[in-house]
């Protein structure tokens, strides 16, 4: 089990490392007010949530199948589809957290350019 909680942590450790640096960065570069600010960091919070999620639920999976295969499999087709339905609501989740992310962006960007106008 040690080595599938590593593999699966592999897997989600960009994901995980990006958005915490995202959070990071809008917290010590940017001031409370700017805009596009909040928009950002609730995307990036978003996203760090549903990666964590994710990670969750893979671990969830994986206790399952490992259950599954000793107890003999009666109902493993069921619990393997609501872990796959959950991880894809998890990779939506992920995906409308970076449109949040790069709204952020975009009103940040104007108001920099409306500024310099």
Partial sequence: MPTQLLTMLAYQLPELLAA????????????TGAPGRRLAVAGALV???ASLLRLLA????????????AGGGESLGTWLALYSAAVMLFALASAVGLALLGWGALRAISAAGARAA
């Fill in 20 to 31: 915490s640096l995202v959070l990071a960065l809008l917290r010590i570069r940017t001031r």
């Fill in 47 to 49: 996203v760090l949530l």
């Fill in 58 to 69: 893979s671990l969830g999976q994986g206790w399952v199948l490992a259950r599954g295969m």
